[in-house]
């Protein structure tokens, strides 16, 4: 009888075993691809850029696109930390680019839970905090330091070795390292690959191969350009003394080219990835997610540069492709922000939901399996001494409004934009009496959002 007892034992053991071994190798790989301040309309999956972008839109075409995704700061680092958390910049505590600005060490880090959770995590490229991400734990890792340089920079492989000078571009080597890697990875496990490009951040440098493109580019101004900004809009103070205005259209037109230029070999290095997937088979069951870790203005309002409340600061690309769970063609109009991508992230691992988190996971309204969205986003931003000048900011913006306030300023200056009618922002209506429920509303809204929404808010509220 005991032998009976033993031998069934072992073989609901092995069975369990192989139940568990099938159910892991079905989890998805997970591959998020991020770039440095593209801007939402970049690709021809959203807008009209001067180039083709085949496999953006192959991203789009075979999976979703999200048509209101929103970073919650539009600066590179807190962004950035943001993703890896599904945190507010406040709460994970990476406010700025500060040397002592790193993450607190009770934030959830996603990549650590997907490795415990039997994910082989890999990272490559720009993180821009202080630690580089080499105070943590990596199957493998390679990058820089800060911003780091276009040509022939200065990389790290590993957590402990001084980084070296390497020849060659650094977005096409990021992505040489990530491709090599897969050659060498363990095939009975899935893996969760960051491959976090430079470009198109200054100082916009091209690879030689495009140092030529746009020379001739004549694109028509933006639509709120003006030949006199300081008077044409009606934006507060706070807005209009930053440190972020263009010179002359001559300028705006070399910016708009480095920007442009920058952008052709970020598409043609996601279609590398996107084509060693499908070499290798792997694309029915990888998660693919591309996107920005802020917009960019180029040339709106006169100015450049993110940071700002404003849509082209805010506004961020997020393509996501999953053959085996997303209908190709989808589109998404839900108000997202990236910090829902973690909780996403780890939904899609098949992990539970991890409560530190601030964000909800998107695949219920990618599936069609959720009604009741958020209807409302926050945004907060801290890097007042850094370049350009735009002061401590935080709003709220829903699908119809936008409240933009300076929360350091005395007496408060704020901004409100009806987005249904002006979705370029043009009218400061905050102070139309047509609008005194629709300001008191939003002002209620924010007051929660900071002194309850869970965000270590910096600055107190102010009525
Ligand atoms: C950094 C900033 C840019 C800024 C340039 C130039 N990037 O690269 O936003 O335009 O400096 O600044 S950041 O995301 O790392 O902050 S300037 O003051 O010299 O014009």
Not at 114 to 133: D, E, I, T
Not at 146 to 168: A, I, K, T, W
Request: glycine share 6%.
């Amino acid at each position: 009888m005991r032998y009976f007892q033993a031998c069934f034992l072992a073989i609901a053991l092995l069975a369990n075993a192989a139940a568990m071994a099938a159910e892991s190798a079905r989890r998805p790989n997970l591959i998020v691809l991020m770039t440095d301040d593209q801007r939402f309309d970049s690709s021809q999956a959203y807008g009209a850029p001067p180039m083709p972008t085949p496999a953006q839109d192959r991203l789009g075409r075979e999976g979703a696109v999200f048509r209101n995704s929103f970073c919650t700061t539009a600066l590179c680092a807190p962004s950035r930390a943001t993703l890896l958390t599904g945190q507010y910049s406040s709460t994970h505590g990476v406010l700025n680019h500060a040397k002592t600005s790193d993450l607190r060490a009770d934030a959830p880090f996603m990549p650590e839970l997907l490795r415990q959770a039997g994910y082989q995590v890999v990272f490559a490229g720009k993180s821009h905090l202080p630690s580089a991400l080499r105070n943590r734990t990596w199957d493998y890792i390679t990058g820089y330091i800060g911003q780091g340089d276009y040509h022939n920079p200065m990389l790290f492989e590993g957590v402990s070795d001084p980084p070296v000078r390497c020849q060659g571009y650094v977005d096409d080597i990021m992505t040489d390292r990530v491709l090599g890697w897969m050659d060498r990875r363990d095939a009975g496990k899935p893996f969760a690959l960051f491959l976090w490009l430079k470009a198109p951040h200054a100082p916009r440098e091209a690879p030689a191969r495009h140092a030529n493109l746009f020379t001739t580019l004549d694109l028509p101004l933006p639509t709120t350009w003006s030949d006199d900004p300081l008077q044409t809009w009606d934006k507060p103070a706070a807005f209009l003394e930053s440190d972020n205005r263009i010179a002359d259209q001559q300028a705006l037109a070399e910016m708009r080219r480095s920007y442009w230029r920058c952008l052709v070999q970020v598409d043609e290095n996601i279609g590398r990835l996107l084509d060693r997937l499908d070499r290798d088979g792997l694309a029915d069951n990888s998660l693919v997610m591309h996107t920005s870790d802020n917009g960019f203005l180029l040339g709106e309002f006169n100015r450049f540069d993110k940071r700002v409340m404003h849509e082209p600061s805010i506004r961020i690309p997020l393509l996501m492709r999953w053959p085996a769970r997303i209908p190709a063609g989808t589109v998404v109009q839900q108000m997202v922000a990236n910090v829902d991508f973690a909780p996403t992230l780890i939904e899609a691992a098949g992990l539970p939901p991890d409560q530190r988190m601030q964000g909800h996971s998107m695949l219920p309204i990618l599936t069609g399996r959720q009604d009741n969205w958020r209807d409302e986003l926050f945004y907060e931003f801290y890097d007042k001494t850094g370049a350009h000048k735009v002061p401590y900011t935080r709003g709220v913006r829903t699908a119809r409004w936008k409240l933009i306030e300076y929360p350091e300023t005395t007496p408060v200056q704020r901004e409100l934009y009806d987005l249904a009618g002006d979705p370029q922002e043009r009218n400061n209506r905050i102070t139309d009496p047509e609008l005194d429920d629709t300001r008191r509303d939003l002002m209620r809204r924010l007051q929660r959002l900071v002194t309850t929404g869970g965000a270590r808010v910096l600055a107190p509220w102010r009525d």
